[in-house]
């Protein structure tokens, strides 16, 4: 069975760090592209970034760039997203996603974590 | 890069179809067909309906239907039933090799 289990989340100040963690089950992580999604409290789902299974290919959303930073480790098989300069506008459920095609079909999710930003 | 444009709420009666629509520009929904449709339950992680326009993955119900049309994509649900109620989120790869969202759409059975 397919798992994705986020971590990390919790409360922080605001120009705080965070790291998250998504520990993979149940699949050769090392062959598939991975996700990061974010969804603000009552609202909805924005992508942050995306990394290729060999992590030769790391993309960001534009408002995200230089602050987070997205990685991997496949003798692991986990998923990270260091996340620096945190604000207020940052609290988000923070969601991990396998990617079936790289920019398309997510087809397994996590339960997500919660990041608050918040002095 | 602007969220994708998704009708805030649509509504049907059981056994009724409805559609929902996903409006972009021709550097992302109309240029590619990297569009993928999610479902989200209140408290719940997205689950995918569709991807590449209009493919289902295995497990899901051959009620949904996925097309696009210019730059507008569209999540057709027939026979609609009680637990089609939820939250619904396009998506599209984009020129700029990014991944936007739509702002979702919330379903209701009425």
């Known amino acids: 069975e397919v798992q994705l289990v986020e971590s990390g989340g919790g409360l922080v100040k605001p120009g705080g760090s965070l790291r998250l963690s998504c520990a993979a089950s149940?699949?050769?992580?090392?062959?598939?592209?991975m996700n990061w999604v974010r969804q603000a409290p009552g609202k909805g789902l924005e992508w942050v970034s995306s990394i290729s299974s060999s992590s030769s290919y790391i993309y960001y959303a534009d408002s995200l760039k230089g602050r987070f930073t997205i990685s991997r480790d496949n003798a692991k098989n986990s998923l990270y997203l260091q996340m620096n300069s945190l604000r207020a506008d940052d609290t988000a459920v923070y969601y991990c996603?396998?990617?079936?095609?790289?920019?398309?079909?997510?087809?397994?999710w996590g339960q997500g974590t919660l990041v608050t930003v918040s002095s | 890069q602007s969220a994708l444009t998704q009708p805030a709420s649509v509504s049907g009666s059981p056994g009724q179809s409805i559609t929902i629509s996903c409006t972009g520009t021709s550097s992302d929904v109309g240029d590619y067909d990297h569009v993928s449709w999610y479902q989200q339950h209140p408290g719940k992680a997205p689950k995918l309906m569709i991807y590449?326009?209009?493919n289902r993955p295995s497990g899901v119900s051959h009620r949904l239907s996925g097309s696009k049309s210019g730059n507008t994509a569209s999540l057709t649900i027939s026979g609609l039933q009680p637990e089609d109620e939820a939250d619904y989120y396009c998506s599209s790869y984009t020129s700029t090799s990014t991944l936007v969202f739509g702002g979702g759409t919330k379903l209701t059975v009425l």
């Open positions: 996603a396998r990617a079936y095609d790289f920019w398309n079909g997510w087809d397994y």
């Open positions: 590449d326009v209009s």
């Open positions: 149940g699949f050769t992580f090392g062959t598939y592209s």
